[in-house]
Each structure stands twice: as structure tokens, then as C-alpha cells.
């Protein structure tokens, strides 16, 4: 697609469900990220890939978050049990090359409201 | 100590000055600094990149880096209202993740 694509773009849920938010890079994108950003705040990273695999998931707040990413393409980021503070936009972005453009295009992003 | 630091503001200028914004890492090895500007209920996007200390200019932008100080910054020039909106500092992290990690952003406000 002509940009970064994500779903749903509004996510209200209870307390303790499980979530999925999706991610659809652009086309020949290899590196995909993951950031959550809470109103009025900066953007919190998660997660990174590179292909399918994730050389730096450091920034997953608990084990109840996880995420992958299948064909170098498509991501999920799964939230499972969710609570009232993982409330918050969840941003996905792609790069061509992190080594050589780094430059990051982001998509709009889901908003998650957990009631 | 946060990672990246910027003041939250509001930074508030009129139009037409210059408006300076200032971030700091923590990261002595960090390679590369970029400012992405964010629009309220937008997606954050890249105005800026920076790799070497000194100076680079784009148009009404500057970027000014220096790695002794860890410290980068950016100028806008001849502020418009339409520059209004929160600028956020992302440095690459000395390790060959990959990881981008920002900074929370400084609100700037341009006044007519």
C-alpha cells in the first residue's frame, strides 16, 4: 500500500480481554517498530523487527504483551488481559533499511481504551 | 535519567522568529538524531536528520548536533502558525538493534 496501515483505528475493550492490533508496513519496508504514546506524551517503544525476527523487544511493558511478525511483512502486537493503563494510542512504523535510511514512516495509529 | 530528554514547554514564540528547541541523550554512542513533528491527533513525522556534530540546514530548518555535550537541537526560522504543533527528538541507540527512542516532545506554540 501507498502507507504504513493500521487496525482497527479504535479499540474499546474491558478489563481483561485480550486485544490484537495489526500492522501493515509499506511494501518492501524490513524493519517494523511498535510504540505506545498516552496522551500527551512522548512515543514509548516496545518493539523492533527486522524481517521476522526481533532483536530488541526490551521495551514490552510485561509478559502479558507480545508481538510477531510473519513474512516480513504483516505485525500483531497482542495484548492479553488488558488493564486500565494500557490505555493509549499504539503506533506502528517502517523503515526501508535501518542501517542505510532510517527514516520512519508511521501509521495512524490505534487508539486503545480499556474500560 | 530518561534516555532523551526535551523540555515539555509550551514553547511559545510570534511569528516570524526563530524558534529553538533543545534535547539531550544519554547514549554517548549514539550515531544518529533525527526531529519528527507531530500535529495534535497526528502521526509523528521526520522534518530532520542528523549524523555528524555541526550544523545541516533544510529551508527554514536547522539541525545542530553536538556529541561532546550530547546535545542536538533545532531551529526553525520565520516561524509560522502552521509550524505549531509538538517536535520530537529520536536518537538511535549505540547498539545494532535499530532501536529509535524519543524524547516527549516539546510543544510549540507560534503566535500570530
Known amino acids: 500500500g501507498a502507507g504504513v496501515s493500521q487496525s482497527p483505528s479504535n479499540k474499546v475493550t474491558e478489563k481483561g480481554k485480550d486485544v490484537e492490533l495489526r500492522c501493515d508496513p509499506i511494501?518492501?519496508?524490513?524493519?517494523l517498530y511498535w510504540y505506545r504514546q498516552s496522551l500527551g506524551q512522548g512515543l514509548e517503544f516496545l518493539i523492533y523487527f527486522q524481517g521476522n525476527s526481533a532483536p530488541d523487544k526490551s521495551g514490552l511493558p510485561s509478559d502479558r504483551f507480545s508481538a510477531e511478525r510473519t513474512g516480513g511483512s504483516v505485525s500483531t502486537l497482542t495484548i492479553q488481559r488488558t488493564q486500565q493503563e494500557d490505555s493509549a494510542v499504539y503506533l506502528c512504523a517502517s523503515s526501508f533499511d535501518p542501517g542505510t535510511n532510517e527514516k520512519l514512516f508511521f501509521g495512524s495509529g490505534t487508539q486503545l481504551s480499556v474500560l | 535519567q530518561k534516555e532523551v530528554e526535551q523540555n515539555s514547554g509550551p514553547l511559545s514564540v510570534p511569528e516570524g522568529a526563530i524558534a529553538s528547541l533543545n534535547c539531550t541523550y544519554s547514549?554517548?554512542?549514539?550515531?544518529?538524531f533525527f526531529w519528527y513533528r507531530q500535529y495534535s491527533g497526528k502521526s509523528p513525522e521526520l522534518i530532520m536528520f542528523i549524523y555528524s556534530n555541526g550544523d545541516k540546514e533544510d529551508g527554514r530548518f536547522t539541525a545542530q548536533l553536538n556529541k561532546a555535550s550530547q546535545y542536538v537541537s533545532l531551529l526553525i526560522r520565520d516561524s509560522q502558525p502552521s509550524d505549531s504543533a509538538t517536535y520530537l527528538c529520536?536518537?538511535?541507540?549505540?547498539?545494532?538493534?535499530?532501536?529509535?527512542?524519543f524524547g516527549q516532545g516539546t510543544t510549540l506554540q507560534v503566535k500570530p
Open positions: 547514549d554517548r554512542g549514539s550515531q544518529s
Open positions: 529520536a536518537v538511535k541507540g549505540s547498539g545494532n538493534t535499530g532501536k529509535l527512542i
Open positions: 511494501s518492501g519496508h524490513t524493519a
